[in-house]
């Protein structure tokens, strides 16, 4: 039985118009020393363990961050778009994990540092799951 971290992974994995631009290229933060772009980062950012007459429910809500990493704000924004695609409204079953609901809550593009060298646009979903 995996994760939902695991279960993210497998999503992106296996939907085609993302793995066509980034390969594998999905890790958690932070991006790797000497990177090859574009890739995408995942992180949870919050989980709510719902209670109900004393009792922890299975069902638990969770607030993840993908980010979109590349050279070009176009190519950012591409990668953002097949996240978007393969996340928002998903629900089934990844890597062993029943996903009840997933829905992208916001997206926004990083300001750019030219010191960095690189474009992120940064998306968050809002992910209903069973806990493993």
Known sequence: ???I?????????????????????IYPPPVPQNPTYPLVTYQEIDTLAPHAMGCTLAIRHARYQVDSW???????????????????????TSDGVEIKNCF??????SPYDPAEGEHRYIQEFLIEYVKP
């Open 1 to 3: 039985m995996g994760t």
């Open 70 to 92: 590349a050279s070009t704000r176009k190519s950012a924004k591409a990668v953002a778009a097949q996240i978007e695609a393969a996340l928002d409204n998903y629900a089934g």
């Open 104 to 109: 992208l809550d916001i997206g926004r593009e």
């Open 5 to 25: 971290d695991s279960a993210i992974v497998a999503r992106l994995d296996a939907y085609a118009g993302l793995t066509a631009l980034i390969g594998t290229r």
